[in-house]
Nanobody
Framework: QVQLVESGGGLVQPGGSLRLSCAAT????????MGWYRQAPGKQRELVAM???????NYAEFAKGRFTISRDNAKNTAYLQMNSLKPEDTAVYYC??????????????WGQGTQVTVSS
């Protein structure tokens, strides 16, 4: 059984920073892509950033220059460093990992979500 455990959300003032973490636990063979998504009230879930096993990254336009995704393959963990936060960044943030099984197929797993609130 694999679980993704998120941490690091909370309340921050505009212009502040937060660092989210997402650790995969359980029976893990290997992990392909790792990503972060977010969903604000009344809106669809959207991609924030993603990172390949080799460190290649892709960011949503709103995240470029402010957010940084990284990963520690030894710890099966992804991070999202968020700087210069704005009220419109308020959302539930979800991590998303593609786990590769021993026989080579990929399985998508989601974290439980962590609330990020940007407000003065």
């Amino acid at each position: 059984q694999v679980q993704l455990v998120e941490s690091g959300g909370g309340l921050v003032q505009p212009g502040g920073s937060l660092r989210l973490s997402c650790a995969a636990t359980g029976d893990i063979y290997s992990i392909d892509g790792m990503g972060w998504y977010r969903q604000a009230p009344g809106k669809q879930r959207e991609l924030v950033a993603m990172i390949t096993p080799g460190g290649g990254t892709n960011y949503a336009e709103f995240a470029k220059g402010r957010f940084t995704i990284s990963r520690d393959n030894a710890k099966n963990t992804a991070y999202l460093q968020m700087n210069s936060l704005k009220p419109e960044d308020t959302a539930v943030y979800y991590c998303n990992f593609v786990l590769i099984s021993r026989i080579g197929y990929g399985i998508v797993h989601w974290g439980q979500g962590t609330q990020v609130t940007v407000s003065s």
